[in-house]
C-alpha cells in the first residue's frame, strides 16, 4: 500500500544517515459527491487526493513535516523541514517507532471502487423526489446530498513495519424545510444515512422519516424552564459523547487537561454504565491504529468504574499503563489519539418502554453549538426535541438549552434502551448511542 | 505554480466540453504550527499543501473535481471527472457566460513586510515561552498553559475561460494560548487567540505576555463563577469577538449559496428594514492587515466592502459568482474556499456592526437586571431558520445597573431575525476579533467584530 517511491525514500534516508529512524504515513482518497435541488443537479464533486506525514527520529528528538507533492525535490524538502523541527524539540524518549506487529492483512476486496457520477445523480434526485413529497408541510429541501469516497491508510518505517487498510463508505443526507402554513414557523427535519454502497441507502426510509418529523412538528411549543428528566435520543447522544471523548484519552492525562486523570478504578459512573471502545467491531472495523498496532476492544468504563483510558503507545508509556491500540495520525498530525467504534453500551429497555418508565421529561433528538468542555466537563447546548408527559412523547418544542455537567450526567444515567445507533463512520471511527435518560438537568427557555 | 501551455490546454479543451465556465484553481500553501505544553514544545510541524481544482460551469449548474496531480495528463483527467458531472451533454459550442465583475475598488494594504519563513523557529518558539511563563504568573491555580503559532502562506492562481488570470500570495499568521485554572474539583479555561494577515512585523504589536496574562485571568475568574441562570433578560455584549452574535444570527443568511437555495430567512428582503434602526453593519475584505482580507476572491473577483445593513435597512447580500448570476446582483468578492479542495461558495470576510453613540458604562448604568456577555465563544445557526446559539466564555450578572459576580456556562439562543430587531443601545468603540469560520466551502479565516451592544431581550440558556 505504500508507494514503491516513498519506501526508497526510506532506504535513502537511513542510508544516508539523515535520521536514525524514520517513518512515512501515507493517506489517499477518492470521493464523488452529488447536491440537488429542486430536481437538476446543483453542485457536483470528484476528487482524487493523496499526501504524505514524514516522521523521523534523531536520537531521543523526533521532527515532523508533510507534504501533498511526491517529487524528489518536494520530498527532500518535507525531509529538511521535518530536520529542523527535531533539531529544536526536546528530548522526547516515549515516543518510537514501532517495529511490525502483525502481518499484513490480505487486501480486503473492494466493493466498486469507482462509482459512476450518473449513479450518485440518480439516487440524489430520487431522495430529493421522495422528500418533497414525503408530507404536504414540506416547502423546500435545504440539503440533498449523495457521497461515496474511498480512503486508505499506509504506514512504513525503517524498523521495517509496513502495514494498512482501506475504508469505503457511502452516505446520504437529507434536510427539508417545513411549516404548517406560510408565514408560520420553519422546522428543518434531516437525516443522515450510510452503507458500504450508494446502491444500498435506504432512500425510501428516509424520506418517510424526515416526512414523520416534519407531521410531528407543525405543533411547535416550548418547555417550561427548570431542572428536568432528560432522555437523549442517540443522534443527540451521540454528540455529547463525541464532545467528551478528550476527557478519556491518554495524552488528556498526560497533560494535565481531564479531570478523570486520578479515577481510574474509581466509580465515576451509576453502576449500569459500560462506555466503550472497540476498533474490532462494526461500522469502523479496522485491522491496526495509526502505528500499526492491531486494533482491540476496550472498556473505558465497566460497571461504572474507570477502567482505562485510550493510548497510543506514546502516552502508554508515559503512564505506564497498557497500550490500547488508539493511535491516530493525520497527513498534518504527527501523534494523537481517537477512538474508535466508541459508544454508550445498550441496555435493556426497548426504546418505547425507556419512554414509558421516565415519566415527566423531555426527549431531546438534537444538540447544537460549541459550548463544551472536556476540561471543565460543563456543557450548555442548544436543543430541540419533544416533551414527554407521564412516558408519552407529545409537542414538539423547539431551539432551547439544556446544561449541565458531563461527568456528574454520568452518574446520573438512569434508563438506557437495547439498541445502539453509530454516526457515519471515518476513516479512523465513529460514535454511538442508545436512547439513555438522565434524571436531571437544567433547560433554558424563552 | 503551472505552466501557463498546460492552463490555456485545460480551459481549451473545457470549452470543448460544452461548459459556460471554465475555471482552474492552483494552489501551493507552506504552513507551520508550533505548539507549547507543560512549558515544552509538545509538537513543531509544518510542509506543502499543494493541488488543482477544476470547476465547469453550465448555466447555473457547476461541477468540480480537485487533484494533487498536476502532470498534463492528471490535469485532463480531473478535467473529464469535471465534465462527467455536467448534465448536458457534450457539444462543441462555446459559450461565454456573461458576469458583471465590478472595478477594483479600494485595495488593502496585505504585504508583509518581514516574511513569516524567514524567521528562526527559536524566535517563533520564544513567543510562546513567554506567554506560557506570563500565564502561569498570574496564580497557582494555573495548572497548565498550551500556547500556538501558527502560519500559512497561501500562494494561489485563478484562470478561467473568459481570460482571467490573476494571482495572490496570501500570508497570514496567529497566536493562541490557553490557560486552565484548576481547583480541587473543577478545571476552568481562558483563551485569547489574535490573528492577523500580516508577516512577521505583527509580533512586534503584540504584547504576548498580557495575551498569557488576561487568559489566565479568564480562567481564574471563571473558576469562582457560578452558574449562569436561565431566563430571558437584556444582555450587553461587548466588543470584539461578541461580533460572532451577528456573524452567527444574520451573516451566513446574507450569504447567496443560502438565499438561492431558499434557506435563509432573509431571502427577498432587500430594501426592507430587518434590524433596529440604530444597526448598520458591513462585511468587508478591504481592511489593512486584517485576518479576513483578501486582495482578490478565490474566484478571483476583487474584494470590496460591502454594506449589509444601513440604518436598519438590508441593502446587500454576499454574493460569489453563481448567486450574482441567479440572483442577478453584482459580485461582492465574496466567493471563497478553504483550499482547492472546495469550489467557492459566498462566504464572510470581515463582518461587524458599526458604532453607535452609548457608551458601555451607560449601557450597564441603565440595565435592572441582566448578562454583561464579556468575551463569547463559538457558535452555530440555521439560516433556514434563524436559530442560533453561542456560548458566554466570560459573563457577569447585572444587578441594578452595576456588573455583580461573575457567571458561567451561560449560552446565548434565538433567532436572527428577532435579535437584530431588540438591539436597542449601540456602543461608541469598535473592536475585531480573529476566528475560522465553517461552512460549505470549508473552513476560512474571518474577522467579527462590533462595539459593545444591548440587545433588550435574549434567550440565557445556564444551570437552574
Redesign the interface.
Known sequence: MIPKLLKEFLTQIRSQKQADEAEVTFFSANASQ?KV?EG????????????L?LKLWQGKRW????????DPD?LA??LH?AR??AQ???DDPCDRPQPQQAPPSAAAPHKNDTV??TAL?RHALELEAGGRTAHPSIY?I?DCVVTSSHNSFAIANTLGLEHGFTRQTAWANLAV?ARKSEGS????PWIERFADSVDTIDYTGMARFVGEEAQKRLAIAQPS???KIVVFAPEAGRTLLRRFEPAFLGESVV???T?LADKLDTVVAARHVQLIDDGMGLPAHRPIDAEGTPTQKTFLIQDGVLANFLHNTYSAAKLGQKNTANAYREM????GILASNFFLAPGNLSQLDLLHHSGDGILVTEL????A?P????????AIGYEVTAGQLGRFL???????NFFRVLQDIELISDAVEFETPGMWGSTGSPYFSVKGL????? | MLKDGILNDLLEEGKTLGADLVEVFVEHTRGEKLTLLDSHLKEATGGIDFGVGIRLIQGKEASYAYTNDDSPAGLRCTLKSAAAGLSFPISCATRTASAIVPPALATARLHSKKSLTSVPIADKLDLLHRADVAARATGSEIKQVSAGYLEQIQKILIVNSEGLRKEETRERCRFVVTAIASSAAENQTGTESPGARRGWEFFNTLDVADLGQRAAARARIMLSATNAPSGTMPVIIDKGFGGVIFHEACGHALETHNITRHASVFEGRLGTPIAASIVSAVDDGTLDYEWGSIAIDDEGTPAQRTQLIENGILKNYMSDRLGALELDLPPTGSGRRESYRYAPVSRMRNTFILPGSTSLADMIASTTHGLYAKHMGGGSVNPATGEFNFAVTEGYLIKNGRIDRPVRGAVLIGKGQDILMNIDMVGTELGLAQGMCGAASGWVPVDVGQPALRVNRLVVGGIS
Open positions: 452529488v435541488f437538476k443537479q446543483d453542485a457536483i464533486l470528484t476528487s482524487s487526493h493523496q499526501g506525514g521532527g515532523f513535516a508533510y507534504t501533498e507533492r511526491l518536494s524538502t518535507a523541514l529542523g523541527h529544536v524539540s526536546p459512476p457520477i445523480v423546500n435545504s424545510l414557523e420553519t422546522v428543518n424552564a427548570g431542572e497533560n494535565h487537561l479531570l498534518k498530525l504527527p501523534r447544537t453549538g460549541a459550548s468542555s476540561v471543565s466537563g460543563d456543557f450548555s447546548f442548544g423547539n431551539n432551547f438549552t439544556i446544561a449541565g437544567s433547560v433554558g427557555t424563552a
